[in-house]
């Protein structure tokens, strides 16, 4: 550690001859952080998909107001749930501790725009408008709204052209469209965003669900939420709901729900991967870029290192160098790779309704992976000058 503190010391004693010999050719420093600018985007734009993919997907089962989640053994993601028999519910109301259990159904549909008439794929949510399902208080306070037949709340960030008609609700009036051959009544609206599966999602009663969806049975729900008595140990009463209930079914606490899907996304969903690798990507080519830089210089002055060696500057002097070139690049070219995906974040999220938003410790994360990057690309560039031998031009 002291030998590293006294490396950055003489950095800052010397002569900036890193500096120096990056300005000295405008066109190669120009390219250079052109190329690590675009490795640093394409990097900020893999881990902000890859973000809005893990946040879009559990933005609903973050919300779930339950202690306990019971799904379908065959479940694997939230798009992809699977029924079960309700009787499951009336068995675990019989389990010490529960206090209640409550139905969920889940399921997507073709509704039409009411502006544009066209048709989009949107989540529909039915719960028992006597008891909330979401931790969201603009649903909870409109409940009594969808106890009528065949009436909805819309979610007004989802992604599309709904601007009149959310006017219109907020303006206290009713707009109706179709879902299938039914129509329906939006009478509110909530705020929760899109996600990769659906441009946006409404929420009703569980008797207006099965309307909208009559090949589903009352009796085969997607979800069941248990809420637990004062006092009752969440974990405790998971192992005793998964040893009375049968194997048809899988009991969650709500956190464990959380990481089910999150787990499915990452380990599971070829999208998450894609994501992952495309940030592998940018760090390689970000990589090869410097490296190309790096080497070029010092091969472009190898008569200059050798000199220096002539003269008795250790190895270590002309490694300062280097090194002190691939800071510079790492951050001129990191500055602008912010910038632009900042705005890039702005377009994509009004563009597509996803939540994409640059949180300081990914800002962070991607500066110190750039400072590996160019770090590396130095180490590797910094074998050329073992061929700065004195002896070869003296």
Same mark, same amino acid.
Not at 185 to 202: N, R, Y
Not at 313 to 341: D, H, K, T
């Given at each position: ?11 800052? %004693? ?14 190669? /420093? ?23 993919? @893990?946040? *879009? ?8 107001? =339950? ?6 053994? #065959? ?32 399921? *997507? ?57 959310? %006017? ?12 299938? !051959? ?18 946006? =999602? ?47 079914? #899988? ?5 464990? @729900?959380? &990481? ?5 996304? #990452? ?29 070029? %210089? ?14 008795? @500057? ?10 002190? &070139? ?5 951050? /001129? ?11 890039? @974040? ?15 410790? !990914? ?20 074998? !050329?000058?073992?061929?700065? %031998? ?5």
């Amino acid at each position: 550690m002291l030998g590293l503190i006294k490396t950055f010391k003489n950095l800052g %004693d010397r002569t900036p001859l890193g500096l120096k010999q990056l300005k000295h050719d405008p066109m190669r /420093l120009l390219t250079a952080i052109a190329g690590i600018t675009f490795a640093d985007i394409l990097i900020f734009m893999q881990l902000g998909f890859a973000d809005a993919l @893990y946040k *879009s997907n559990t933005q609903y089962s973050r919300a779930i107001q =339950a202690d306990l989640v019971i799904l379908s053994t #065959q479940a694997k993601n939230f798009n992809q749930l699977r029924t079960f028999p309700r009787r499951r519910l009336w068995q675990a109301q019989d389990i010490p501790g529960v206090a209640s259990a409550e139905p969920l159904y889940l399921g *997507s549909v073709q509704w039409r725009n009411p502006e544009t008439r066209q048709k989009t794929s949107m989540l529909v949510i039915g719960q028992n408008p006597n008891r909330p399902a979401l931790d969201l208080p603009e649903v909870n306070q409109q409940l009594d709204a969808i106890r009528l037949p065949n009436t909805v709340l819309f979610d007004q960030a989802s992604r599309g052209t709904y601007q009149e008609m959310i %006017d219109q609700i907020k303006a206290g009036e009713t707009v109706t469209t179709e879902i299938g !051959r039914r129509t329906v009544t939006v009478t509110g609206l909530f705020t929760v965003g899109a996600s990769f599966a659906d441009d946006g =999602a409404l929420i009703t009663s569980d008797q207006s669900f099965l309307r909208l969806f009559p090949r589903q049975e009352a009796g085969a729900v997607t979800m069941g939420l248990i809420n637990l008595e004062p006092g009752t140990d969440p974990e405790q009463a998971r192992i005793d709901l998964a040893a009375r209930l049968p194997d048809d079914v #899988q009991v969650l606490t709500k956190q464990g @729900y959380v &990481e089910f899907e999150l787990n499915d996304i #990452q380990s599971e969903s070829p999208v998450g991967f894609v994501f992952g690798l495309g940030s592998v990507m940018g760090f390689i080519v970000g990589v090869v870029i410097v490296y190309q830089v790096l080497s070029t %210089d010092v091969n472009s002055h190898l008569g200059e290192y050798a000199t220096f060696r002539a003269m008795g @500057y250790r190895n270590s002097y002309l490694l300062g160098i280097v090194v002190e &070139e691939a800071i510079i690049l790492s951050v /001129l070219g990191f500055v602008p790779g912010l910038v632009i995906a900042l705005g890039a @974040y702005q377009l994509t999220a009004a563009a597509t309704a996803l939540p994409l938003a640059m949180p300081a410790s !990914r800002a962070i994360t991607v500066l110190a992976l750039t400072f590996v990057m160019c770090g590396a690309s130095g180490a590797i560039a910094t074998r !050329r000058l073992q061929a700065a %031998d004195p002896a070869d031009i003296f």
